[in-house]
């Protein structure tokens, strides 16, 4: 079982992580600003290049009574698993991907995702990503096969950053 990093608050590592971009009509139900029903997670990462995020679930997103739906728990993985790969420079999807429920994770409760990039080959990047509640508790595992894909067209690249999804 993967330990969780060893950064604690985010606001305590200011100089350490930096925020990572998104830009302003990103509609990805994960990240977008522009997604009114969205999640807006918004991601930092560490030196190593590990995206990290701490965020709270509404209860409309629940499945049980005070937890998070697993629907919505396997997409925070797969969230914080594409921001990993995303931070080495690469546009990926998702091929494959595994969820280890370990405990119910609280809808309305700040919880902390991790994700990084485990290994590498050609254009095939494995993942793994955690979400922990508010005592470091690893509450889910996940983890991923993303495949580099060519990048869409950038409507506006000098206004809008790199790539319409951040
Ligand atoms: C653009 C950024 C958006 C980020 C959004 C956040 C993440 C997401 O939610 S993405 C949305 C969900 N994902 C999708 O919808 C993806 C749907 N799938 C696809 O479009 C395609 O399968 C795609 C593009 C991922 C890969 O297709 P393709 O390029 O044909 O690759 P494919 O040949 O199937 O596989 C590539 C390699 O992976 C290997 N592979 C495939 N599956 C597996 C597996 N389960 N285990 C191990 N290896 C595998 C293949 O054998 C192949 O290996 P090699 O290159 O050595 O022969």
Not at 89 to 97: E, F, P, Y
């Amino acid at each position: 079982m993967t330990k969780p990093l060893q950064v604690e608050k985010l606001t305590r590592y200011a100089d350490a992580v930096r925020k990572f971009a998104s830009a302003a009509q990103n509609r990805c139900f994960g990240c977008g600003a522009a997604n009114e029903h969205g999640l807006h997670l918004e991601f930092y990462l560490t030196q190593e290049l590990h995206a990290v995020c701490e965020t709270t679930v509404g209860d409309f997103f629940e499945g049980p009574k005070g937890f998070v739906h697993g629907g919505i728990i396997a997409t925070l993985l797969d969230e914080t698993m594409s921001k990993a790969v995303r931070a080495h420079g690469l546009v990926a999807m998702t091929r494959h991907m595994e969820v280890d429920y370990q405990r119910p994770v609280p809808s309305s409760e700040e919880i902390r995702l991790e994700g990084r990039v485990t290994r590498n080959e050609g254009r095939k990047h494995w993942t793994e990503a955690l979400i922990l509640n508010g005592h470091g508790k690893v509450l889910a595992h996940g983890k991923g096969l993303f495949i580099e894909v060519k990048p869409a067209p950038d409507p506006d690249p000098v206004k809008d950053g790199p790539t319409p999804h951040g």
